[in-house]
């Protein structure tokens, strides 16, 4: 289907081990990013990609790695999972510079 | 670099009335602006835009906003309220000095009273 994807939806894993959230869209858009929705803080800007082995750091990154070897698909990683990374993650794509940001479904992710 | 600022935290409204939520941004010219809708575990989804002309913007299930440059907001309005409108609302802003990273505001959690 069109659109775009994240999986899992859910996540349950311990502190220390390594997890990667998936994100794929199917409308070639050059542009993703990875946001954390938290409670109090809204969202918050984890990485960014601008093209294929293009990212750059948002306002949050320390713990995250992300690759972009191909447009559709922007994989978030966590190398070592805290509790303080239990979130709500979503994925996000866009066209260019003036229009609208189109949002995955989101991933819950708890460390415990 | 810009801010948005959406002062209100919480809005509590009866079904059926009206509804303004509010959003100000800081920036000197004219940037894209944008409000979105989160409902319960779903992603965010676009109600409208604003790029430039009429600066009053329809957008999907029934809402609408005003652009007003001289007070730096985006206001988002609808007549009549339904149940189904509870959830978290964002206003975000782009373009700002051609960078293609937008900038949201907090949002506000809209409860919705029978």
């Known amino acids: 289907d069109a659109g775009i994807t994240q999986s899992p939806r859910y996540k349950i894993t311990e502190t220390g081990r390594q997890v990667t959230l998936m994100c794929h869209q199917t409308w070639s858009h050059s542009y993703m990013f990875w946001y954390r929705q938290d409670l109090g803080h809204g969202l918050r800007l984890i990485y960014y990609?601008?093209?294929?082995?293009?990212?750059d750091k948002g306002e949050v990154p320390d713990g995250y790695v992300v690759s972009r070897s191909k447009t559709e698909n922007f994989p978030l990683t966590l190398e070592s999972a805290t509790r303080s990374q239990t979130s709500v993650y979503f994925c996000?794509?866009?066209?260019?510079?003036?229009?609208?940001?189109?949002f995955g479904p989101g991933t819950r992710l708890t460390v415990l | 670099a810009q801010s948005v600022t959406q002062p209100d935290i919480h809005i509590t409204v009866s079904e059926g009335a009206s509804l303004e939520l509010r959003c100000n941004y800081s920036y000197g010219a004219t940037p894209y602006l944008f409000w979105y809708v989160q409902s319960p575990g779903q992603g965010l989804q676009l109600l409208l835009k604003y790029f430039s002309g009429d600066t009053l913007v329809q957008g999907i299930k029934g809402f609408e906003a005003e652009f007003k440059r001289s007070q730096s907001s985006f206001n988002l309005r609808k007549p009549s309220v339904h149940w189904s409108d509870a959830a978290e609302y964002f206003c975000a802003v782009g373009g700002v000095g051609g960078s293609y990273i937008p900038t949201f505001g907090r949002g506000t959690s809209l409860i919705v009273h029978p």
């Open positions: 990609s601008a093209a294929a082995d293009i990212t």
């Open positions: 996000a794509s866009t066209r260019d510079t003036y229009n609208e940001q189109f």
